[in-house]
């Protein structure tokens, strides 16, 4: 089924909307969980409530790109609920790990969630992003958004774990150099 009609569907409050979604993106929005998350039973409820949260969000949203805002709501939905476990001390802590090697590029005075959320800085890592070489972007993405591990990236690209190592550090200080360039200040 089309993302047009299971957005159709979410509109007229079918709940045949929610299966279609599951069948299509379900892999897809467990994946995104289970990668922060590292927790099974976690990343299936994760997964469950981005359904939920879609049904109370479309209407009124109507998204251009379903995947990208499955995605997205995924991924928030993720990392509360791994905040939630840090503080009780369940693991998943490859996400934070990704998340804390980005803060020597993201300003110290307001947090990570904030910045992310303004439109400005949004539009400089979109722009930085698309002028990186194909595998570099999509092995910073890989470990930044979707937060996957180390070795997995390397599994994935066909790299050894020191090459994806360097491949994010020298991405992470272009990244800097980039913002601080455009008046970012970190």
Avoid at 68 to 96: D, V
Avoid at 151 to 174: D, H, N, P
Wanted: one cysteine or more.
């Amino acid at each position: 089924m089309t993302d047009q009609r299971i957005i159709e569907l979410f509109w007229d409050r079918n709940e045949l909307a929610i299966n279609e979604t599951q069948t299509k993106y379900g892999h897809f929005c467990y994946s995104i969980a289970f990668n922060i998350l590292r927790n099974k039973p976690d990343a299936e409820e994760c997964e469950n409530d981005t359904y939920l949260s879609v049904w109370n969000t479309i209407p009124p949203d109507r998204p251009i790109c379903f995947s990208a805002f499955l995605g997205k709501i995924t991924r928030n939905l993720s990392l509360k609920r791994l905040r939630s476990c840090k503080t009780q001390k369940r693991g998943g802590n490859e996400a934070l790990l990704s998340l804390d090697e980005l803060l020597e590029c993201i300003p110290d005075h307001r947090s990570f969630d904030e910045m992310i959320n303004e439109r400005y800085l949004t539009e400089l890592l979109n722009a930085f992003l698309r002028a990186l070489p194909d595998n570099e972007r999509r092995v910073f993405i890989c470990r930044y958004w979707y937060c996957e591990s180390v070795k997995e990236i390397a599994q994935e690209f066909g790299f050894g774990e020191s090459k994806v190592k360097m491949m994010l550090l020298r991405t992470r200080q272009k990244l800097l150099t980039y913002l601080t360039e455009k008046g970012v200040f970190v």
